[in-house]
């Protein structure tokens, strides 16, 4: 029986012109993440990750603390939905950038929106697949971890893969996706054990590398 690490990205650049861009903090929750899996003796047969910039710098940090050498594997069903896309789907009209409470709080229920209805087929967000394709693109890179190995995969993604892959693997609807979507944090681990027939949920939106009083301010989830 394998061991499936899904990461989430470390923060970003939320509210920037250009959101894929890992901030100064996710960069060292990548890294921090990267010396906890060192310090367990965790090796791992193969890294996934999304094509994403973000993507890739988590990786990079994560790499760099635990003295990692792998080449990843890169898997376009692992990128994270435009949230842009899914917003502009049911509010065209321009928005104010979310720098303030009221306007994060504002933006977050406009996306909860959005994501029911694409998950429900409503709107179609410009640019974007449809939802069954996306849930596709997420079982797949599952499906591919199962098929190929036997051991630990590291997997880096966004925090929608990530809980349609929870989603999936426990049969959820559509609002507790959405749901666990909203609540995952910055580089939290997810793990799966799998066999070649499945994977089983273990643990969600863990963050053991920053369980000490030196990072509580590191827990970030945008």
């Given at each position: 029986?394998?061991?499936?690490?899904?990461v989430?990205?470390?923060?970003?650049?939320f509210?920037a012109?250009?959101?894929?861009?890992?901030?100064?903090?996710?960069?060292?929750?990548s890294?921090?993440?990267?010396?906890?899996l060192?310090?367990?003796?965790?090796?791992?047969?193969?890294?996934?990750?999304?094509t994403l910039?973000r993507?890739?710098?988590?990786?990079?940090?994560?790499a760099?603390?635990?003295?990692?050498?792998?080449?990843?594997?890169?898997?376009?069903?692992l990128?994270?939905?435009?949230?842009h896309?899914?917003?502009?789907?049911?509010?065209p009209?321009?928005?104010?950038?979310?720098?303030?409470?009221e306007?994060?709080?504002?933006?977050?229920?406009?996306l909860?929106?959005?994501?029911?209805?694409?998950?429900a087929g409503?709107?179609?967000?410009?640019?974007m697949?449809?939802?069954?394709?996306?849930?596709?693109?997420?079982?797949?890179?599952?499906?591919h971890?199962?098929q190929?190995?036997?051991?630990?995969?590291l997997m880096?993604s966004?925090?929608?893969?990530?809980?349609t892959?929870v989603g999936h693997?426990?049969?959820?609807?559509?609002?507790?996706?959405?749901e666990?979507?909203m609540r995952?944090?910055?580089?939290?681990?997810?793990?799966?054990?799998?066999?070649?027939k499945?994977?089983?949920?273990?643990?969600?939106?863990?963050?053991?590398?920053?369980?000490h009083a030196?990072y509580?301010?590191?827990?970030?989830?945008?």
């Amino acid at each position: 029986m394998g061991t499936l690490y899904l990461v989430r990205h470390g923060q970003a650049s939320f509210g920037a012109d250009d959101y894929d861009q890992l901030s100064a903090l996710g960069r060292r929750q990548s890294v921090r993440l990267g010396e906890y899996l060192r310090g367990k003796g965790l090796t791992f047969d193969a890294v996934l990750t999304g094509t994403l910039r973000r993507h890739a710098q988590t990786w990079d940090g994560i790499a760099e603390g635990a003295a990692l050498d792998l080449k990843p594997v890169l898997w376009p069903g692992l990128n994270e939905y435009d949230s842009h896309a899914v917003i502009a789907a049911v509010h065209p009209l321009p928005l104010e950038k979310p720098d303030s409470p009221e306007l994060y709080r504002h933006h977050f229920r406009l996306l909860r929106d959005g994501l029911a209805q694409w998950m429900a087929g409503v709107v179609s967000p410009k640019g974007m697949p449809d939802y069954v394709d996306f849930v596709r693109g997420v079982t797949s890179a599952l499906d591919h971890v199962r098929q190929t190995y036997t051991g630990n995969v590291l997997m880096v993604s966004s925090g929608g893969p990530i809980a349609t892959a929870v989603g999936h693997i426990l049969g959820t609807p559509a609002e507790t996706t959405i749901e666990l979507n909203m609540r995952i944090r910055n580089s939290a681990l997810t793990e799966f054990a799998f066999t070649p027939k499945r994977h089983m949920l273990l643990t969600y939106n863990t963050l053991p590398h920053l369980d000490h009083a030196d990072y509580k301010d590191w827990v970030s989830y945008a």
